[in-house]
């Protein structure tokens, strides 16, 4: 009981000292006042004290008289000791030791005397009482206590409240339910009732309820019950606890609480008679509840909405149906009234927004509002608050509007007048409405017409001061659009006038604010609220119902379904139907045919919803193979192309999100650049354009859109107006342009590091062909005045924006072209002068005026040395023009006209056709024809001026301060290659311009040499080409042969364009152009060979690029074959040895690269078609006895045919091009006179075809010291006398004409077995003729290098001829023999007459001087002397070779039946070699780099037989062989040595010989 404790001495000693301290004790704790402890202390005592007599530790006697004398130290120390002996009754009941309970009862007896019964009875247990003998039965006494505890506490005394004067209350409700219409006010009426209450003695809190109660059922009567209550009401609490009871009667389960209760209850809440606090813990539900109960909704609706996007088997729905109905059956039990919503919605009624924006801030969100009811009376509340301003501002012109009857409340929001009164109470109203704005479809209207208003008025007014309030205003109406106008769209059914309505706001809006709303709407929107939870899914559902049903057969009824559904919801379907086409590519075209009827509104959620997608960062832009653009990037391109250009739709945000991409430096989205450009403008790029339409291309607008693309895309010019106006206004034409030609680059060296080569190739071809459309896009559609304020000059694109050059004349192009034309008109009007002549002047002076600028503009494009070689005038010019202005495509024109005259008659003959609609088309197409006729008569006008103008301007073109070989040099890499893989018109331009060049007479320029450096060296170019720059490049090239098979195949087309023309000129001369110098000139059969020579190289290039076995060479170079198809090849055996390799290709590529394998099959069956088309190589070039040998062996033969010479020979050329190249620099340098003889000899050295045109440079420096240095040391061995040497090689001249026409035959034969390249051979004779080059480049003798290429030559052929079927390899000895003497004869003959030349004389007329003053100064005359010699003696060799021509025949056929023996063959090709070598017939330098494809060995052996009988006398006369080679060939330095002597003694006939062979070497 208490923590004190007696000491164990005082109970010992009780009797002397214990008692007496024990009362001490008690004396002490009695005295101290601390606050009721001292009660609980003195209890304590009393405590122990007792419970030592119940424990048996002192006796009862002594302790109780102790307790005796004790109550006197407190007036209560009885009841303290009564509650002392409760405790202890409890205690001692529950101990198992009877005696203790016998002590304490003991105790209690004694203690009666001074302790009262009553207090005994009050506090202990009966059977206690009734053990002392208190009470007589423990049961009995129970039962009294229950009886007199139910009396007293629960019976009820009967008292009459109303004291029975009923009355008092009858004339109460009477007085309250009078008539108050008269002059009665509440203060009368309350007088009464005081009187009534004083008199029946009523009670005032039941007269109040009175009073509520009448209210109640008179609730019309505000004013004076409001007014009644006030003044009788004396506290606050007891109204509201008055009210909460009559709320609490009807909160049973079926209960329904009366309007009129909500009513009175919100008049009193608005005019503060109770507060809101005190009254809402009466209303039910709790909020607790209320949040419950929110929450399971939302689960609830996102469990439909999963259950509708699962797929659900049949048996599952049935289940599922009987799971749904008796959820419904236990929502149709009705919960009880929720009196919260009820209270607030009679707040709304009445006009109090503070108190119902209170309880409805108590809820979640949007649940108040979720219930119609409230919803209606908040819409109806704003509706009176916006009433006035509507009126005012947003009211449509010839309305009327619907009559508002304003709330009689003054307490109401104030209605808005101006804008700023919307911030007060409106848009709080709107955001607690949500999306349930829905159930107000006409407020819904007034607000998105009040945003209308107020969005003109912000782009009206401009002040400054009301700036940042009309930017608050903005941010508000937006707000309120994103949370209230689109939500509520969401839920409103399919109604297509709100969604116009609601355009007709947001088109006032710029697009980046459109699109923040509807990503907003789409992705967080709908999962804020239940009920927009299952629109969600609904619409899914439904989406997904119409598209798996979408055809092109049922677009209409299809389209109707989708309008519909997208009316309200449009997001979530094009969502669906975007996912749906990035799958389905061939939903495009019905997709976008049943999008007709949708409204504007989802046209520019659509436009949103396409670009999300596009930006979607979870999507690959590629493929898994990363080689291509991803399928669902490209299915979105062309979405976008046929919606944007059928349906007026937006366009700013998806051009801007394409400059943002590039940016970012990302080119995929160009793909929709394109195709936007391409569907809307009807500009198609393609590089694979038949030639007819790219004829049309070079015309005029009109002829273009008629002839120039595929599909004729028609009514292109409101599409196309409203592209051009979206890039004006959003200044996005010249940043677009800009950024496409800066990402060129971009392409390649910052996005494709880790991209695979063919994909980078792919955004390259795509970014440029993007530039190239959307350049003739602005061109063709912008204004002279919009382009020209737009494109910045050349020198600010070029050297501050960093446009790559060709894009910036790109670019620029038009501009100069509108300059000119609108220059010329000014011209024009200022003089009158209409004659021809006055107006080609005008325009001359129109192209100065506007082209001068840009002459000083292009200088700072280069440095200053290019321009020693090219024009800056000459350099604008070829950038500055385009196909238009160099020729009028009349064939076009005319086919077009055709075509339209053929529609006409077509039209005329169609009976079905009505009347009206005949007239109509033809109307149509004879406008459409006038038009074409016009347009070619404009073109032909101005072709006329542009070619006059060009040809006032040539002779100041190109400079003679560098070398002819310099300037075209530049004019290839700063113009011509640059343009020509720009455009498919541009390649063409190219090819065109050269040959207008040519035509104009050009000082400076040199024809010949320009061609040659295209077709000579193309393989560096086509393998750095993209896939769609090789299909340009083939262009070019096919337009270029085509110019030259057009001179090569007549010669009087060649003679009337090509002879008496600077270009054509051979030897360039310090004192000008002279035109009339024949000898100058290179004739029509030297042409001839050039071209054959050009179709060599041709095949030599494919053939390197085919098996280099790189896919982007064999890629290229298959392209542009195809493409140069009609011009090449010409020649059966070039032909057979592309024919041979493509073969080669399509067998290795079939299963490993498919689209090679394709390309090649596609090129093979082409060229097989082409073959009836070639011819022998005879017929391409004359090969009778001077012109035939002009054509080296080397073109002789296809150079792969075999592989092996071939090879050789295109390595040995491409070494020597550029050393070739710089010599030639040095000679076009020089001014020295030439002699007439001199420069005959050196022409003659390029006869063979394969001249210097091939060599782009002559020898380098070090070349020509080494050559001068090992001259003079021939110049010691050799001595002057004949030998008979120079007789045995006139006569072996003889033979080899007389044979000539049978070695072409049996060549002929050859070619057609033309068999694939061993790769062994090939590396041998590419070593071999490496060696050769190095020799050939650095001047050795001859000779030397012939021993050489002998040894390695057997070596290779014993190799091919291991490997080779008798009778299918060709043994390239004595082909290379045949083709050295018939040189050195055409040599010979060439001799006495001067044949003119190509570009290689330029070399070697300049080195003649150097050459000859190394050697003997020798006469002029003497060479003249000695060719006459060489003459007679060959006549005579001629006669005595007759005699044996049958001999050789008979030997022919004998060796034909022999052919099969292969190391036979191998003998003889050696056996022959020996000899020939050992005769000293080894002028013929190149016989090793010969190609042996069309050679049999039939006629190898033919002609060793041949060369053993006429070369008898020579073997006596030789010395013995320096080296023997593997194969048991020797050679002899002394023959070597004779053949010196031989050529001294011919004077510098025989050194041109000499040097001839070299530099053929040198081209070979």
């Known amino acids: 009981m208490a923590t004190l404790i007696l000491p164990g001495e005082w109970i010992k000693n009780w009797e002397k000292s214990g008692k007496h301290e024990f009362v001490q004790l008690c004396k002490e704790l ?82 009666l005397f001074f302790l009262p019964e009553a207090i005994l009875k009050e506090r202990l247990d009966p059977e206690t009482l009734e053990s002392l003998g208190l009470i007589k039965q423990a049961n009995q006494f129970n039962q009294k206590i229950v009886k007199i505890k139910t009396k007293l506490f629960y019976k009820q005394q009967k008292f009459n409240l109303l004291r029975e004067e009923n009355e008092g209350y009858a004339k109460l409700i009477t007085e309250l339910g ?385 309008g519909k559904l997208s009316h309200s919801n449009p997001t979530i379907l094009f969502d669906y139907m975007l996912s749906q086409i990035q799958w389905y590519d061939n939903l495009i075209v019905p997709v976008v045919d049943s999008l007709k009827y949708l409204t504007s509104l989802n046209y520019d959620v659509l436009a949103y919803c396409i670009i999300e997608a596009l930006a979607n960062p979870e999507k690959e832009k590629m493929k898994h193979d990363d080689t291509t653009i991803s399928s669902w990037l490209q299915s979105l391109a062309s979405l976008c192309g046929a919606v944007f250009r059928k349906y007026p739709i937006e366009l700013a945000g998806l051009l801007q999100y394409v400059t943002n991409q590039l940016k970012a430096g990302k080119s995929f989205d160009l793909l929709i650049l394109k195709e936007v450009v391409q569907k809307m403008a009807g500009i198609e790029i393609t590089d694979e354009m038949t030639s007819e339409q790219l004829e049309a291309m070079t015309g005029g607008e009109q002829l273009k859109a008629e002839g120039g693309y595929f599909g004729q895309i028609r009514n292109t010019k409101k599409s196309s107006q409203r592209l051009k106006d979206v890039l004006l206004d959003h200044e996005l034409a010249l940043p677009l342009c800009l950024l496409m030609a800066q990402q060129r680059n971009g392409v390649v060296f910052l996005e494709g590091g880790e991209k695979h080569l063919k994909l980078v190739g792919h955004l390259y071809d795509q970014c440029h062909d993007t530039l190239v459309q959307f350049g003739g896009f602005l061109a063709s559609n912008l204004s002279t005045e919009d382009y020209i304020k737009r494109v910045p000059s050349i020198d600010i694109l070029c050297n501050q924006f960093h446009t790559p050059h060709d894009a910036a004349f790109f670019l620029s192009r038009p501009m100069y072209a509108h300059q000119i034309l609108s220059k010329y008109d000014e011209l024009k009007k200022a003089e009158k002068g209409n004659r021809q002549q006055q107006k080609v002047h005008k325009y001359v002076a129109a192209c100065e005026q506007v082209m001068t600028p840009v002459h000083e503009a292009v200088m700072s494009l280069h440095p200053a040395r290019v321009w020693d070689d090219l024009r800056p005038q000459f350099y604008a010019t070829f950038w500055s023009l385009t196909m238009y202005d160099l020729a009028v495509p009349h064939a076009a024109y005319d086919r077009e006209v055709n075509k339209l005259k053929a529609q006409i008659k077509a039209i005329e003959e169609n009976p079905e056709i009505p009347l009206n609609k005949k007239k109509k088309e033809k109307e149509r197409c004879t406008a459409l024809q006038e038009k074409l006729q016009e347009e070619e008569k404009k073109q032909l006008e101005h072709v006329q001026r542009v070619l006059h103008r060009l040809k006032l301007e040539k002779d100041n073109w190109l400079l003679a301060k560098s070398t002819k070989n310099e300037t075209i040099t530049k004019f290839l890499q700063l113009c011509l290659f640059p343009r020509c893989i720009f455009s498919s018109i541009d390649a063409v331009y190219c090819a065109r311009f050269v040959e207008l060049v040519h035509q104009q007479k050009t000082p400076n320029f040199c024809t010949l040499l320009c061609y040659d450096r295209v077709f000579s060296a193309i393989i560096y170019t086509v393998a750095s080409c993209t896939e769609n720059e090789s299909h340009r490049y083939g262009r070019f090239l096919c337009c270029m042969l085509e110019t030259v098979t057009r001179w090569h195949s007549d010669r009087a087309v060649y003679e009337k364009e090509c002879v008496n023309y600077p270009g054509f000129l051979t030897i360039f001369r310090a004192t000008g152009f002279d035109g009339g110098n024949k000898a100058d000139q290179l004739d029509y059969e030297n042409f001839r060979h050039v071209v054959h020579k050009w179709h060599y190289m041709l095949t030599k290039a494919s053939v390197h690029c085919l098996e280099t076995g790189d896919y982007t060479h064999i890629r290229n170079i298959l392209i542009v074959l195809t493409k140069i198809l009609p011009c090449y090849p010409k020649v059966l055996n070039l032909g057979q040895a592309l024919e041979c390799r493509v073969h080669k290709i399509c067998l290795e590529e079939k299963d490993k690269r498919p689209d090679l394998y394709a390309l090649a099959m596609g090129y093979s069956g082409r060229l097989k078609s082409q073959k009836v088309h070639m011819v022998p190589e005879n017929e391409f070039h004359h090969k009778e006895q001077p012109a035939r040998s002009a054509t080296p062996a080397s073109q002789q033969n296809g150079p792969g045919s075999t592989g092996k010479p071939a090879t050789s020979t295109s390595k040995t050329e491409e070494g020597t091009s550029e050393d070739g190249d710089r010599g030639k620099d040095k000679s076009q340098g020089t001014t020295k006179p030439v002699n007439k003889a001199n420069s005959a000899a050196a022409k003659v050295t390029t006869s063979n075809g394969n001249g210097a045109l091939n060599s782009t440079k002559a020898t380098k420096e070090r070349d020509d010291k080494e050559k001068s240095g090992k001259e003079k040391k021939e110049k010691k061995e050799k001595t002057p006398g004949s030998t008979p040497e120079t007789k045995v090689e006139n006569r072996r001249e003889k033979q080899r004409d007389e044979r000539a026409g049978k070695e072409e035959r049996v060549a002929r034969e050859g070619k057609e077995k033309t068999p694939k390249a061993d790769r062994e ?187 053993s009988k006429s070369s008898s006398k020579e073997k006596a006369e030789s010395v013995k062989p320096e080296r023997t080679s593997s194969g048991g060939k020797k050679e002899s330095r002394h023959d070597k040595e004779k053949s010196e002597k031989k050529e001294k003694r011919e004077s510098s006939g025989g050194k041109e010989e000499k040097k001839h062979h070299k530099s053929s070497d040198k081209h070979r």
């Open 30 to 111: 009695t005295e101290k006042r601390d606050h009721g402890s001292e009660i609980r202390d003195v209890q304590a005592a009393l405590y122990e004290l007792c419970w030592q007599v119940v424990q048996g530790n002192l006796k009862l006697d002594l302790v109780a008289s102790v307790l005796g004398d004790m109550m006197e130290l407190r007036d209560d120390m009885t009841s303290i000791l009564a509650d002392v002996f409760s405790i202890l009754d409890l205690e001692t009941v529950a101990l198992e030791e009877k005696n203790k309970r016998d002590h304490y009862t003991q105790l209690v007896g004694a203690c």
């Open 178 to 562: 009078q008539d108050l219409s008269g002059n009665i006010t509440s203060h009368l009426v309350l007088e009464s009732i005081k009187s009534l209450i004083g008199c029946f003695n009523l009670d005032p809190n039941r007269v109040l309820d009175i009073i509520l109660e009448v209210y109640e059922s008179r609730s019309d009567q505000d004013e004076f019950f409001l007014s009644l209550i006030k003044s009788y009401m004396c506290e606050p609490l007891t109204l509201c606890h008055i009210l909460g009871f009559k709320f609490k009667f009807y909160q049973e389960p079926n209960g329904e609480t009366p309007k009129s209760l909500y009513h009175i209850a919100a008049a009193l809440l608005h005019h503060n008679l109770i507060e809101l606090e005190d009254l809402y813990v009466h209303l039910m539900p709790l909020d607790a509840t209320i949040v419950e109960e929110h929450k399971r909704d939302i689960s609830e609706a996102k469990q439909i909405a999963r259950k509708l996007v699962m797929v659900v088997l049949p048996s599952d729905k049935s289940e599922d149906k009987e799971k749904e109905k008796e959820k419904e059956e236990e929502k149709n039990e009705k919960p009880p009234d929720n009196q919260k919503l009820g209270l607030l919605e009679a707040l709304l009624r009445i006009g109090d927004w503070h108190h119902a924006q209170s309880i409805m801030d108590q809820m979640p969100f949007f649940y108040a509002t979720s219930h119609k009811a409230i919803a209606l009376a908040l819409c109806q509340l704003v509706h009176l608050t916006v009433e006035p301003l509507y009126k005012r501002a947003g009211l449509p012109k010839g309305a009327k509007g619907s009559v508002m009857h304003p709330l009689r409340n003054k307490r109401a929001p104030r209605p808005a007048e101006i804008f700023e009164d919307l911030r007060r109470d409106t848009f709080s109203m709107l955001g607690y409405l949500g999306p349930h704005l829905s159930h107000d479809p006409i407020l819904f209207a007034k607000i998105v017409r009040l945003g209308k208003a107020f969005m003109k008025e912000y782009q009206s007014d401009g002040r400054p001061d009301v700036k940042d309030k009309m930017e608050t205003l903005l941010s508000c109406f937006l707000s309120i659009a994103d949370q209230v106008l689109l939500p509520s769209l969401s839920l409103m059914e399919c109604n297509a006038c709100m969604s116009e309505e609601l355009w007709g706001l947001f088109k006032l809006f710029p697009y980046q604010h459109r699109y923040r709303l509807y990503g907003q709407w789409k992705n967080e929107t709908y999962s804020s609220h239940p009920l927009l939870v299952k629109v969600k899914a609904q619409t899914v559902e439904r989406a997904k119902y119409i598209m798996k049903r979408l055809t092109k057969e049922n677009v209409k009824q299809s389209g109707r379904q989708i």
């Open 1321 to 1507: 051979k090939v590396k041998a004779e590419e070593k071999s003729s490496k060696d050769d080059k190095a020799k050939a480049g650095n001047g050795e003798p001859v000779e030397v290098s012939r021993e050489r290429d002998a040894i390695k030559e057997s070596k290779s052929k014993e190799k091919g001829d291991r490997s080779a079927v008798a009778g299918s390899l060709k043994s390239p000895v004595p082909r290379s023999e045949s083709a050295e003497s018939e040189r050195d004869h055409k040599r010979r003959k060439l001799d006495s007459h001067s044949s003119p030349s190509h570009s290689s004389s330029v070399k070697d007329n300049s080195n003649e001087p150097k050459e000859s003053t190394s050697k003997h100064h020798v006469n002029y005359n003497s060479v003249a002397r000695s060719k006459s010699r060489e003459r007679e003696m060959e006549k005579k060799d001629t006669d005595s070779t007759q005699g044996r021509s049958k001999e050789k025949k008979e030997e022919k056929d004998r060796k034909e039946r022999k052919r099969d023996h292969a190391v036979n063959d191998r003998e003889a090709s050696q056996e022959t070699k020996r000899k020939k070598d050992e005769n000293g017939t080894n002028s013929s330098k190149n016989s090793k780099s010969t190609s042996p494809t069309c050679d049999s060995p039939l006629s190898a052996e033919k002609e060793k037989s041949k060369r």
